[in-house]
Every structure is written in C-alpha cells, then in structure tokens.
C-alpha cells in the first residue's frame, strides 16, 4: 500500500517562504520519480515539479526559479522549498508518485497578499 504524508504547509504573507516535507513508504521511493502536485480552489490539480532517482529535476514555468525540489534517499522524504510565494501559489499541496497513484491528504499551502 502507497503511504505518502505531506507537512509544511501554513499561512504566509507574500514573498515568504515554505519547506513541504512528504515520507514515502521505502518500496515506492525507490521505484518511482517523485512529485508535487496542487489543488487551488475550484481548479484541477496540476503538477509543480518532479525529481527522479538520479535527482533531475522539473518545474512548471509558473515556480520555475522559485521552488526546489529535492530528496533524501536515505528519509525516503522528497522536499519542496518555496520561496518568494505569490497569492496565486495558494492551494492544497500533495506529494506522489510519477505517474500518481493513491493520493494522500495533503497540506494547505495559503499565502496572504
């Protein structure tokens, strides 16, 4: 069973930043690339960024030069720092597989104007 849990998520003023954290169960963090996702209100969850087993890296334009994706092989834990968070980076963060499977619940992320 896929078992991914997020945390880092909070409230922050614009231009500050966040540090999402997300454990993976072993077998799943050694066989898969891992990603971030979001959900905004009212709007389909979209890919942010992915990292795979050699650690290259992807971004969507929107957090490119902003956001970092990185990994801990040996935590099983892929991380995403945020930084200079904009309103529209408001939404639920998750954490998955690439392809996604089984989602978990997710971290608010909300960032004030």
Known sequence: QVQLVESGGGLVQ???S???SCVASER???????????????KQREL???IN???TTYYIDSVRGRFTISRDNDRNTVYLQMNSLKPEDTAVYY???????????GTQVTVSA
């Open 14 to 16: 614009a231009g500050g």
């Open 53 to 55: 087993s050699a650690s």
């Open 95 to 105: 954490c998955n597989t690439m392809p996604p499977t089984a989602w978990g619940q």
């Open 18 to 20: 966040l540090r999402l």
């Open 28 to 42: 799943i963090f050694k066989m898969y690339a891992m990603a971030w996702y979001r959900q905004a209100a009212g």
């Open 48 to 50: 942010v960024a992915r």
